[in-house]
């Protein structure tokens, strides 16, 4: 990157590339896991969990991409082989092994659960340090709380609709 850009990022570059890409590989996992729950989904309001999943998949590719721009303009190299991504790490992967929409849903909350303490983290770690890196995180965990909350909300209305069969 640029000598005047880099010049300004007022933490350790090396440590900093380190925890990008750590959440580079959790982004690769996250993406994984929802386009694979998104084709096996099964069970009551599949279409409206399976549109969620899909939607989901294509932010997480977005924010590994997010993720990518920045390490590039630091001088580093993306995990340039994906069984590192097992390494790197946070939040690890839920292999979808069980396709009923509720253990999806639970398993994909709990992803997003971790993606939001390890980006409210990196947030505070760049806070008035790089403020560029620090906004990349914001827009990305601006979208890791949207995520829980529309699976909160799926389950929610699941739960609802038992309720209401039952009636
Ligand atoms: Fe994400
Ligand atoms: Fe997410
Ligand atoms: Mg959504």
Redesign the pocket.
């Known amino acids: 990157m640029g000598t005047k850009g880099r010049e300004i990022v007022g933490m350790d570059v090396k440590e900093l590339l380190t925890l990008l890409n750590k959440a580079f590989a959790d982004e690769w996992l996250a993406y994984y896991q929802y386009w694979l729950g998104a084709k096996l989904a099964k069970g009551p309001m599949k279409e409206a969990v399976m549109a969620?999943l899909v939607?989901?998949a294509a932010d997480e590719l977005r924010h590994a991409d997010m993720l990518t721009t920045r390490i590039l303009q630091l001088g580093g190299v993306p995990v340039p082989d994906p069984r590192e991504w097992f390494k790197m790490t946070n939040c690890g992967y839920d292999a979808p092994n069980d396709p009923y929409v509720r253990m999806l849903l639970e398993q994909n909350i709990k992803g997003e659960q971790c993606a939001i303490s390890v980006y409210k983290a990196l947030l505070e770690k760049t806070l008035n340090k790089d403020p560029v890196t620090y906004n990349i995180v914001l827009q990305i965990l601006q979208d890791e709380v949207?995520?829980e909350e529309?699976l909160q909300a799926l389950l929610e209305d699941m739960d609802l609709m038992i309720q209401e069969n039952k009636r």
Do not use: I, N, V
């Open positions: 969620e939607q989901h949207e995520h529309d």
